[in-house]
C-alpha cells in the first residue's frame, strides 16, 4: 500500500491540496466459513493488502471520489436519493449513509483511493473499502464517537442496503480489528473475540489464486444464507430456544429432516460441522498440532465443495493438487464460487508446491494462477 503514490495522486486532482490518510486491509480466514451469518465462530487475520484513502471536507455538501485504479471519478450528495450509479462508488456513498443514520454529521469530501487487494479474491476489498472510509468519516466528522464494532456494522449494512449481498461480519470485523502477527477467534453471536499469535514455525500459509473472479457471485451467497434461515424456522417450532444454526446440534437436525429439504439440509449440516471445526482448530492451534489443523481444512474444502456447493472446478482442481504434494492443509477460502484456496504448508515443500500448482493450473486450464504469500498485519489506521 503505498501512501506516496496517494498523495501525489490527490494533490494532482485537487489543486495541490493535502488531506489525512486512512488504510484498512483486507483479510484472510483461517477456518470458519460461512459461519458468521450463522452466529457461529470465524478465525481470520489482517493480511498486509489494502486501501488507502486521502480525504478533505471540501466545505460543501457534495462528495467527489476518484478511485486511482480505476482512473474514474464520481460525485454524489448525501441524500439516499444521491445513490451514484457506480458499482465502486455504492460502497463510499452507503458508508456515508450509515454513518449519518449513526448520527455522524457527515459533509461533502474529496477524495482519492488506491488498493493492492486482489479484486473478487475472496480477500473482501470490498470489507477494506468500507472500513477504510468508515474509519475516516468517523475520525473526520464523528469525533470517534463510533466504536469499532458499529463501523464493521457501518460496513456490513452498507453490503445489506447499497450492495445487495446479505453479509456476516467477518470481513468488515477483521479489516478493522487486524493485529500484526495475530489471528482473531470472533464468536458471531456474542461478539466476543480472542487473539491467537500465529506463527506456525516450520510452516507457512500462502494464497493460491484461480484467478476465477467471483464478483457475480452475490445472489448464490444470498441464497445459502436463506437456506439456513429456512433450516432455522423449521427447527424453531420444535425448539424455540433457537436463534440460529449456531443453536442447532446434528441431532436437532436430523429429527427434522423430514420438513427440510434436501438442499437447506445439506447447506446446514456444513455449517453445524464448520462452526465445530473452528473450535477443534483453535485447540489444535494451541497444543501445536498443525496436523490437525491442516486436516479440518481439507474438510472445510470437502463441505463447502460437496455439501455447501460453493467451490467450482479450479479450485477443486488447486485443492486436490496440493493433497496430492503433501500440503498440510489447504481449502476454498471466503465466499467462494472463484478466489483463492489458503494452505497450511511445510517450508521444505513451499517451492515445490508453487512450482507444481502453477504447472499443473496453467497446463489444464490455460492461465496462471496467483501467489500470495500471507503476513498477517495490522487493522484499520490513520496513515497521516
Ligand atoms: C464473504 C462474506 C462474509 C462471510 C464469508 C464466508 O466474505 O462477506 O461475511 O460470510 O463470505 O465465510
Not at 237 to 249: A, G, N, S
Not at 323 to 341: A, Y
Request: hydrophobic share 35%; with cysteine; glycine share 10%.
Amino acid at each position: 500500500m503505498d501512501i506516496d503514490y496517494v498523495r501525489s495522486r490527490f494533490a494532482k486532482h485537487f489543486d495541490g491540496a493535502t488531506g489525512s490518510v486512512y488504510a484498512s486491509p483486507g483479510r484472510i480466514n483461517l477456518i470458519g466459513e460461512h459461519t458468521d451469518y450463522n452466529g457461529g465462530f470465524v478465525f481470520p487475520g489482517a493480511v498486509d493488502k489494502g486501501i488507502v484513502a486521502e480525504i478533505r471536507p471540501n466545505g460543501t455538501d457534495r462528495v467527489w471520489c476518484y478511485s486511482i485504479d480505476l482512473k474514474d471519478w464520481v460525485d454524489f450528495g448525501l441524500n439516499e436519493e444521491d445513490a451514484p450509479r457506480t458499482s465502486w462508488a455504492k460502497y463510499i456513498f452507503g458508508v456515508c449513509c450509515e454513518m449519518i443514520k449513526r448520527g455522524v454529521d457527515v459533509k461533502g469530501f474529496d477524495t482519492c483511493f488506491a488498493g493492492d487487494v486482489p479484486l473478487g479474491a475472496g480477500m473482501s476489498s470490498s470489507a477494506a473499502l468500507e472500513s477504510t472510509y468508515a474509519f475516516a468519516l468517523n475520525d473526520l466528522f464523528g469525533e470517534g464517537k463510533i466504536d469499532k464494532f458499529e463501523l464493521a456494522k457501518v460496513g456490513q449494512a452498507t453490503e445489506h442496503n447499497y450492495v445487495g449481498v446479505n453479509c456476516g461480519i467477518m470481513d468488515q470485523f477483521a479489516s478493522l480489528f487486524g493485529k500484526k502477527g495475530s489471528l482473531i477467534r470472533l464468536d458471531c453471536r456474542s461478539l466476543e473475540y480472542k487473539y491467537y499469535p500465529f506463527d506456525p514455525k516450520g510452516y507457512r500459509l500462502v494464497l493460491i489464486d484461480s484467478v476465477v473472479k467471483h464478483e457475480l457471485a452475490s445472489s448464490a451467497y444470498n441464497k445459502r444464507r436463506q437456506s439456513c434461515e429456512n433450516a432455522v424456522a423449521v427447527i424453531q417450532k420444535k425448539h424455540p430456544q433457537v436463534e440460529f444454526l449456531r443453536d442447532v446440534t446434528m441431532d436437532m437436525l436430523k429429527e427434522s429432516k423430514a420438513d427440510i429439504s434436501e438442499e437447506d439440509y445439506m447447506r446446514s449440516e456444513y455449517v453445524i460441522e464448520e462452526i465445530q471445526r473452528v473450535l477443534d482448530v483453535c485447540d489444535a492451534l494451541e497444543a501445536g498440532d498443525y496436523e490437525t489443523v491442516g486436516q479440518k481444512m481439507y474438510e472445510t474444502h470437502q463441505g463447502m465443495s460437496k455439501l455447501y456447493e460453493v467451490s467450482c472446478e479450479e479450485l477443486d482442481f488447486l485443492n486436490d493438487l496440493a493433497f496430492d504434494c503433501g500440503v498440510t492443509g489447504s481449502r476454498v477460502m471466503g465466499g467462494g464460487f472463484g478466489g483463492c484456496t489458503i494452505n497450511l504448508v511445510k517450508d521444505e515443500l513451499y517451492e515445490t508446491f508453487i512450482a507444481n500448482a502453477k504447472e499443473k493450473y496453467k497446463a489444464k486450464f490455460g492461465r496462471s494462477p496467483k501467489v500470495y504469500d500471507v503476513i498477517i498485519s495490522d487493522g484499520a489506521r490513520k496513515l497521516a
